[in-house]
């Protein structure tokens, strides 16, 4: 057993031919070396288990945003003038900060008793995005597609949500790992994250949580690259703004000669065990340096893998050891 662990960092990447820190192919060699793109696979061979331990990511994706199309809200009605929040990740203070920065005459709060959201200022129309993230209306508590009167203190229906990622996917490729999300895909690790404070003393961006079992194939596997993603609960790539991640990837390969010879079968089966077994064996038989011990492994060896078969006439064909070590013949009951 041989154990690798590797530093995988989204900055060592091909940037001209990857650009996005948050979906990239990695290789141990992918560079451009006098205008010609040179590749050396990651190919790790019989790999019979791996592991994620360990995750440095920031926290510089954007859960509000305009490929979400949940940053926008209309005064009066459906063809009001129409406001828009800047991209971004929001605490609840600076989200209620930006609403009543656009200037639209809505003034918004928060209460940390309810956890809710309450307007006032005029009427105010929240449309549906049309994609399977909440719409600004959603994450501020309030109906879809109606008029909001506000003209009164208003408080939304439902609580706030917050404005960021509470969780993220590591994806490595091939369908490699045990984390489930939904019938979305297979992940190798999640990431919790804690945004609720974005800033702490040493200016640590987020906490985060790392849940990754540990992947064991049933039989040793060849890697030959991994293709590195961050997704979204939804199994959407993560955009990261163009910061770097990194992570460690912890491998072990079966070196063993023996096992190799056997990759085809199902690990720790009685077959492959007993002629782990018997290899061992002769590997020691042989390291005596005497043909005595050769001769004498031979006989017991072929004693207990006595085979047979059925002749045409019904009786048994054995084959047995006649004391030569190479030289086996046929022994026929009632004739030898």
């Given at each position: 057993?041989?154990?690798?662990?590797?530093?995988?960092?989204?900055?060592?990447?091909?940037?001209?031919?990857?650009?996005?820190?948050?979906?990239?192919?990695?290789?141990?060699?992918?560079?451009?070396?006098?205008?010609?793109?040179?590749?050396?696979?990651?190919?790790?061979?019989?790999?019979?288990?791996?592991?994620?331990?360990?995750?440095?990511?920031?926290?510089?994706?954007?859960?509000?945003?305009?490929?979400?199309?949940?940053?926008?809200?209309?005064?009066?009605?459906?063809?009001?003038?129409?406001?828009?929040?800047?991209?971004?990740?929001?605490?609840?203070?600076?989200?209620?900060?930006?609403?009543?920065?656009?200037?639209?005459?809505?003034?918004?709060?928060?209460?940390?008793?309810?956890?809710?959201?309450?307007?006032?200022?005029?009427?105010?129309?929240?449309?549906?995005?049309?994609?399977?993230?909440?719409?600004?209306?959603?994450?501020?508590?309030?109906?879809?597609?109606?008029?909001?009167?506000?003209?009164?203190?208003?408080?939304?229906?439902?609580?706030?949500?917050?404005?960021?990622?509470?969780?993220?996917?590591?994806?490595?490729?091939?369908?490699?790992?045990?984390?489930?999300?939904?019938?979305?895909?297979?992940?190798?690790?999640?990431?919790?994250?804690?945004?609720?404070?974005?800033?702490?003393?040493?200016?640590?961006?987020?906490?985060?949580?790392?849940?990754?079992?540990?992947?064991?194939?049933?039989?040793?596997?060849?890697?030959?690259?991994?293709?590195?993603?961050?997704?979204?609960?939804?199994?959407?790539?993560?955009?990261?703004?163009?910061?770097?991640?990194?992570?460690?990837?912890?491998?072990?390969?079966?070196?063993?000669?023996?096992?190799?010879?056997?990759?085809?079968?199902?690990?720790?089966?009685?077959?492959?065990?007993?002629?782990?077994?018997?290899?061992?064996?002769?590997?020691?038989?042989?390291?005596?340096?005497?043909?005595?011990?050769?001769?004498?492994?031979?006989?017991?060896?072929?004693?207990q893998f006595v085979e047979s078969e059925y002749m045409n006439d019904g009786n048994k064909k054995m084959y047995g050891y006649d004391g030569n070590y190479d030289l086996y013949k046929p022994i026929i009951p009632g004739m030898n």
């Open positions: 057993m041989e154990t690798k662990i590797y530093n995988i960092d989204s900055i060592y990447r091909n940037t001209t031919k990857y650009p996005e820190t948050h979906d990239f192919y990695y290789n141990i060699v992918d560079t451009v070396i006098n205008g010609v793109q040179r590749v050396e696979p990651f190919n790790e061979r019989n790999v019979a288990e791996l592991e994620v331990s360990h995750i440095n990511i920031p926290n510089s994706f954007h859960f509000i945003n305009s490929t979400r199309n949940n940053n926008e809200f209309r005064i009066t009605n459906a063809s009001g003038t129409l406001y828009t929040l800047d991209d971004g990740s929001y605490t609840k203070d600076e989200l209620v900060t930006e609403l009543n920065a656009l200037g639209s005459g809505i003034t918004f709060s928060y209460s940390s008793t309810t956890g809710k959201i309450s307007a006032i200022g005029g009427p105010v129309y929240f449309p549906s995005n049309n994609t399977d993230y909440p719409s600004l209306g959603e994450i501020l508590g309030y109906s879809l597609d109606t008029i909001i009167d506000t003209t009164t203190l208003t408080e939304a229906t439902n609580g706030l949500t917050l404005t960021q990622e509470k969780y993220l996917f590591l994806s490595i490729g091939d369908n490699i790992g045990n984390i489930i999300n939904s019938n979305r895909g297979t992940y190798v690790a999640k990431i919790l994250l804690n945004n609720s404070s974005r800033f702490d003393d040493v200016n640590n961006e987020s906490f985060y949580q790392v849940l990754s079992n540990k992947v064991v194939f049933p039989q040793p596997r060849d890697i030959k690259f991994l293709h590195i993603q961050v997704l979204d609960y939804l199994g959407n790539s993560i955009d990261l703004n163009g910061v770097d991640f990194s992570f460690c990837l912890k491998i072990i390969n079966i070196n063993n000669s023996i096992l190799k010879q056997f990759e085809q079968m199902r690990f720790y089966s009685n077959d492959v065990m007993e002629r782990i077994l018997n290899a061992r064996m002769l590997e020691h038989y042989e390291k005596q340096n005497s043909s005595h011990f050769t001769e004498a492994y031979s006989e017991n060896t072929h004693k």
